[in-house]
DNA sequence: AAAAAAT
């Protein structure tokens, strides 16, 4: 098992693969030549019937380096009720749709069912698709075990399995589930499986369901030392300090900024910066995986189409999707793996074009971000002075305020550790805008309850916004745990309520 | 300190 270079001296074209004649025609009207390394490498053998193990990222050309061969293959034979002819495995619903996407595009002169299984989308026309037989499957775990569940599937007829980004299954818990598909395939299959890294527990998956694969290795598609600019940016720790950095950096760049993605590490916090950008006028949407599955397709859709300028998301959009020319990338916190930062500024900087990417990094990131440097090999740049050149501000974690009334009862036992960031201050800075939503006094909850509701309520007529819509009622529920703040009635605290 | 995915 040796890795298979090609070199570049022979400018290989999509001809000499071994493709069928109507993919081929598909491929060159999508305006292709060439096959990029892991195409290259991987089509010869899928086209045999060989095993593959495929070491890639997004972007390298990994989806087609499956599609293509297996298109070619499927154009023997037909599908059965129930019964699909191959399944194709992804860890999230955006990445299977996409690949869905491919197979429309490469597939064009073919008469495929395709099948798409993933959650959030009502059973019946899925149901109905399989009814019909489908060719190809395209699934992510839940939703297709579900419908094992309920009977509506057979894997026994499936001839090729491809799994693909497994080191995402991995770090999502999934792996249980893709041993458990696997085993309710037979062994004669065809498998294809992709990862963008191998660590023991892949190799182990590896070792167990594939046959003799070939294994194709290709270098990382975005190292992030090339053509993406990267800049720390420093912040006082509030959140609207965070928000107003932002705006400014957006301001700064000016018609430099074409597109931009913005990370958060949490889902409240990408729909309380979506609110605030929208606020403040931003032409910005929200991705995280708790809005409902048409809302996350129509952002996304309308963000790849430049209807969108800035995509506030959750790591959903870190890995994998294919956003293909993203001029920034904000993280408006550190992320808390360093791998995830890679991820996130591969968003920009592709395909040999320029890219920027600003880290807004508080005090408390400190640490992570240290861990970030080590990872990549690299300091990273100050944008405009490091954090020593901030105000002393009464930032100084060290002094908790005690004795301030009753602002103090909660707080499991008022941790004065790293906690303290977080707990609001009655000398908090006025927020020009999203203040009320942090205060803690507990006299306003009501108003600001309504605050949060007509604020709902007038997007209500906004299309590009209307999406989000149900997400707000939610969060409306997830942000009283901030705004109970210190002053938690005592009557809750015995109930047990902390 | 998170996110993702089945309901």
Redesign the pocket.
């Known amino acids: 098992m040796s890795s298979d270079i090609t070199t570049a001296s022979e400018a290989l074209t999509f001809d000499k693969l071994g493709l069928s004649s109507k993919v081929l025609s598909a491929v060159s009207d999508a305006g292709y030549t060439e096959p990029t390394p892991i195409q290259a490498g991987a089509i010869p053998h899928a086209l045999e019937g060989k095993d593959v193990l495929g070491i890639a990222q997004t972007g390298t050309g990994k989806t087609a380096s499956f599609v293509l061969p297996m298109l070619t293959r499927l154009e023997k034979g037909r599908a059965r009720a129930r019964m699909p002819r191959t399944l194709i495995l992804e860890?999230?619903?955006?990445l299977?749709a996409q690949v869905e996407e491919n197979f429309i595009k490469y597939g064009k002169n073919h008469r495929l069912n395709i099948a798409l299984?993933?959650?959030?989308?009502s059973?019946d026309e899925q149901d109905k698709k399989l009814e019909r037989g489908a060719d190809v499957l395209i699934?992510?775990?839940?939703?297709?075990?579900?419908h094992r569940?309920r009977g509506k599937l057979l894997l026994n007829g499936v001839e090729i399995l491809v799994i693909d980004e497994a080191d995402r299954m991995l770090?999502?818990?999934?792996i249980p589930?893709i041993e458990r598909i696997c085993e309710m395939i037979p062994f004669t299959r065809q498998t294809l499986f992709f990862s963008a890294t191998m660590p023991p527990e892949i190799t182990k998956l590896t070792e167990k369901f594939l046959q003799g694969p070939v294994r194709i290795e290709v270098s990382k598609a975005a190292s992030t030392n090339t053509s993406i600019t990267q800049r720390i940016v420093k912040s006082g720790s509030k959140p609207w300090d965070k928000r107003a950095v932002l705006r400014d950096l957006i301001k700064a760049e000016g018609d430099e900024l074409k597109n931009a993605i913005i990370f958060?590490?949490?889902?409240?916090?990408?729909s309380e910066l979506f609110r605030s950008l929208t606020k403040y006028e931003f032409d910005a949407g929200a991705?995280?995986?708790?809005?409902d599955?048409r809302a996350?397709m129509t952002m996304l859709s309308n963000f790849r189409d430049g209807r969108l300028k800035l995509l506030v998301?959750?790591?959903?959009?870190a890995r994998g999707l294919d956003i293909p020319d993203v001029s920034h990338v904000f993280n408006f916190?550190?992320?808390?793996?360093a791998e995830?930062y890679v991820h996130r500024i591969g968003r920009t900087g592709r395909a040999g074009r320029s890219g920027k990417s600003f880290t807004i990094v508080t005090k408390?990131?400190l640490?992570?971000l240290d861990a970030i440097e080590k990872l990549i090999g690299q300091k990273i740049e100050w944008h405009d002075g490091d954090l020593s050149s901030l105000p002393p501000a009464e930032e100084t974690d060290e002094a908790p305020r005690r004795g301030r009334g009753a602002q103090r009862g909660r707080e499991r036992g008022a941790r004065s550790d790293?906690?303290q960031s977080r707990r609001p201050t009655a000398s908090a800075q006025p927020d020009q805008e999203l203040e009320t939503v942090i205060q803690p006094d507990s006299e306003e909850r009501a108003s600001r309850r309504d605050a949060i509701r007509s604020e709902n309520g007038a997007r209500k007529g906004r299309p590009a916004n209307g999406q989000e819509q149900r997400r707000h009622r939610r969060d409306e529920d997830d942000h009283p745990v901030i705004g109970f703040g210190n002053d938690m009635p005592a009557f809750m605290m015995i109930a047990g309520k902390v």
Do not use: Y
Not at 117 to 121: D, Y
Not at 333 to 337: A, G, L, T
């Open positions: 860890p999230t619903r955006e299977a299984l993933i959650g959030g989308v059973f699934a992510t775990p839940g939703r297709l075990l579900d569940e770090d999502m818990g999934f589930d958060c590490n949490r889902k409240v916090d990408v991705l995280h995986g708790d809005m599955q996350r998301a959750s790591d959903v959009a916190d550190v992320p808390i793996h995830d408390s990131d640490k992570a790293s906690r």
